[in-house]
T-cell receptor, first 116, second 113 residues
Framework: AQSVTQLGSHVSVSEGALVLLRCNYS??????LFWYVQYPNQGLQLLLK??????LVKGINGFEAEFKKSETSFHLTKPSAHMSDAAEYFC??????????????FGQGTILTVHP | DAMVIQNPRYQVTQFGKPVTLSCSQT?????MYWYQQKSSQAPKLLFH???????NEADTPDNFQSRRPNTSFCFLDIRSPGLGDAAMYLC????????????FGPGTRLTVL
């Protein structure tokens, strides 16, 4: 069964600093991977997705993620944090060849705080 | 803009009083999902529809029901809400294809008094 681990339930950075949110998956075959962002009292918004094309994926709001098969990781980064990046971030996965109407497996989420 | 709409955004009900949450979509996606999300937790899938086919998660309580009268609309019915059902309820949609993402609505925050 697929599982996703997000290391660090809370990450705090200063404005302008590098953002790094960690996500590791467990799968013998590279799955489809997603990063979603959730602002307070809002739904989830897709930041980016990996679907076996380029291993470095660029998303919205200056975020990007790199798929590393050898490390079974899909960490999310942004070179310079902005106050508006403060939110909760979820990594999610479903297996390749699986139907896209199947069950997304979510990580537990990482709350990002940005200090002035 | 094509989107997923949820109404109401905030719903207050009384313990045991049935409540219905609504979701509509203009994306023409054939799959619609309902998730329950409690504070500081990941969304938990309750059930989903693939066209008219209903798929219930094994651990979804019988208290939760759903209807999908047409492609655009999907409803979540909570027959007898308990205090433990207070949560954010998220509707999502997707188009069936390899690697396609789910699109989420803004959610309905349910309070049970």
């Amino acid at each position: 069964a697929q599982s996703v681990t997000q290391l660090g339930s809370h990450v705090s950075v200063s404005e302008g600093a590098l953002v790094l949110l960690r996500c590791n998956y467990s799968s013998s075959v590279p799955p489809y991977l997603f990063w979603y962002v959730q602002y307070p009292n809002q739904g989830l918004q897709l930041l980016l997705k990996y679907t076996s094309a380029a291993t470095l994926v660029k998303g919205i709001n200056g975020f990007e993620a790199e798929f590393k098969k050898s490390e079974t990781s899909f960490h999310l980064t942004k070179p310079s944090a902005h106050m508006s990046d403060a939110a909760e971030y979820f990594c999610a996965v479903y297996p390749p060849g699986g139907t896209s109407y199947g069950k997304l497996t979510f990580g537990q989420g990482t709350i990002l705080t940005v200090h002035p | 803009d094509a989107m997923v709409i949820q109404n109401p955004r905030y719903q207050v009900t009384q313990f045991g009083k049935p409540v219905t949450l609504s979701c509509s979509q203009t994306l023409n996606h054939n799959v619609m999902y309902w998730y329950q999300q409690k504070s500081s937790q990941a969304p938990k899938l309750l059930f989903h529809y693939y066209d008219k086919d209903f798929n219930n998660e094994a651990d979804t309580p019988d208290n939760f029901q759903s209807r999908r009268p047409n492609t655009s609309f999907c409803f979540l019915d909570i027959r007898s809400p308990g205090l433990g059902d207070a949560a954010m309820y998220l509707c999502a949609t997707s188009r069936v294809a390899e690697g396609n993402e789910q699109f989420f609505g803004p959610g309905t925050r349910l309070t049970v008094l």
